[in-house]
């Protein structure tokens, strides 16, 4: 077959690597749970993947989904795959969840918006595990520990709402086709079903640190009334000197409550 030239608008990299790609395929959760793979590509992954278990894919690019669609004529005639031509962003504001019933999502992400799916996928309740190629530091960022200085909004997320968020391993430029200016990592996060991810709570969190060096106080400060903050980190023993990665996210989560849900309740009893 005529050599597919790779668009970078869409963030294709193949992964070329057997060994990479049966690592990811040996880091699946021994479950019954549906597989949703974003980004098929040419098909190397999911063609590992539909000999597992059934699969959903959405792919965007039009000239991969016709090659896609011919390479896997047995699997989609016969149930085990599904494919779906559209921008993945696009299927979850339509349908909130990429499946009708709980799944895993197992995929070599488009980097352009890698951390946007990620996010997307907490916020989906069919959605379990996120085992994904990323680039390394937004694994970093996912899996970061509290006073690590790569704590940061997403850290905080993916601490309250996940049992277990980890790299599993790096992934060399040269295992891709082509190569990535990047080292990449395969992200691994097991989400705490019982949590909800709330889309205002994600947006406090940016104001927190959208100076991430500056302190805390200063940031919140653009959302929060200054003698608010004062009185609360007070009542919390929190030092009006913290910066926002020294906080640890059930502190955020109380400072959230209190500040936010709280003032809210407040002002419609006024
Ligand atoms: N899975 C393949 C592999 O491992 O070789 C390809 C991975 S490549 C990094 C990313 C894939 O995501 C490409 O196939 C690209 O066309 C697709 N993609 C990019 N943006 C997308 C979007 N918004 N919705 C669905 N697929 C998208």
């Known amino acids: 077959m005529e050599k597919v030239k790779a668009k970078k608008k869409y963030g294709q990299n193949f992964l070329k690597d057997d ?31 539909v000999k597992c278990k059934d699969v959903t894919a959405y792919e965007v690019d039009t000239d ?31 349908q909130k969840s990429l499946h009708d019933s709980k799944y895993d999502l197992i995929a070599n992400l488009p980097y352009y918006i890698a951390t946007n799916i990620i996010l ?13 190629m990323v ?11 509290e006073r690590d200085k790569e704590f940061s909004a997403l850290g905080v997320i ?3 709402c996940s049992k277990e968020s980890r790299i599993l391993f790096d992934v060399p430029p040269e295992s891709f086709d082509p190569p990535p ?37 200063k940031n919140i400060s653009s959302v929060v009334p200054k003698e608010t903050i004062l009185s609360l980190f007070e009542e919390l023993g929190i030092s009006d000197n913290i910066r926002p990665h020294e906080v640890s996210s059930s502190l955020y989560s109380q400072i959230y409550t209190k500040a936010i849900i709280n003032g809210r309740k407040q002002n419609s009893t006024d």
């Open 135 to 145: 680039q390394k530091e937004v694994a970093e960022k996912f899996s970061a520990n």
């Open 158 to 160: 993916s601490k309250l």
């Open 181 to 217: 200016k990047v080292i990449s990592s395969i992200l691994y996060i097991k989400k705490d079903m019982s949590k909800k991810m709330d889309k205002d709570f994600n947006s406090f969190l940016k104001a927190c640190f959208q100076q991430p060096r500056k302190k805390l106080s």
């Open 120 to 132: 997307r996928a907490f916020e989906d309740d069919a959605c379990e595990h996120i085992i994904v």
């Open 19 to 49: 060994t990479v790609l049966s690592r990811i395929i040996q880091s699946m959760p021994k479950n019954n749970n549906h597989i949703v793979e974003i980004g098929p590509g040419l098909g190397d992954l999911t063609k590992n993947l």
């Open 64 to 94: 991969l989904f016709t090659i896609l669609k011919t390479k896997f004529a047995t699997p989609i005639e016969n149930g085990s795959l599904t494919l779906v031509h559209t921008d993945v962003l696009e299927a979850w504001d339509k």
